[in-house]
């Protein structure tokens, strides 16, 4: 989930033990606009195991929802790819004590 800006993220409840069940609770939500003048929210769920939903509001309607349930066919895929900054940062520590250690011996 990308939780930057206007949008708030959750997690009430994560778990996993290797061999065993992924359990967790997540959620999302992001408004925009100003109640009685274009208000909307849309909020979205997570319950490992369980379902995920959706929920639309805005001004003129209270709530409208989609609620999907997991079934046994349905599966999460976990990567752990880094990201492009996650490489930069690396070969920046790793180039910094060599750039460090050449210019000590150019003094000696």
Same mark, same amino acid.
């Given at each position: 989930?990308?939780?930057?800006?206007? /949008? $708030?993220?959750?997690?009430?409840?994560?778990?996993?033990? +290797?061999?065993?069940?992924?359990?967790?609770?997540?959620?999302d939500? !992001?408004?925009?606009?100003?109640?009685?003048?274009?208000?909307?929210?849309?909020?979205?769920?997570?319950?490992?195991?369980?379902?995920?939903?959706? !929920?639309?509001?805005?001004?003129?309607? !209270?709530a409208?929802?989609?609620?999907?349930?997991?079934?046994?066919?349905?599966?999460?895929?976990?990567?752990? !790819? +880094?990201? +492009?900054?996650?490489?930069?940062?690396?070969?920046?520590?790793?180039?910094? +004590?060599?750039?460090?250690?050449? $210019? /000590?011996? /150019?003094?000696a």
């Open positions: 989930m990308n939780c930057t800006g206007a /949008r $708030r993220c959750g997690l009430s409840e994560f778990s996993f033990t +290797p061999g065993g069940a992924l359990t967790f609770d997540a959620y939500s !992001v408004e925009y606009g100003i109640w009685r003048e274009g208000w909307s929210r849309t909020s979205r769920g997570f319950q490992a195991g369980s379902r995920f939903y959706t !929920v639309y509001e805005n001004d003129w309607t !209270v409208s929802s989609a609620d999907y349930d997991f079934t046994a066919r349905t599966k999460f895929a976990i990567s752990a !790819v +880094p990201e +492009p900054q996650t490489w930069l940062m690396l070969g920046a520590g790793m180039a910094l +004590p060599g750039a460090a250690k050449r $210019r /000590r011996s /150019r003094k």
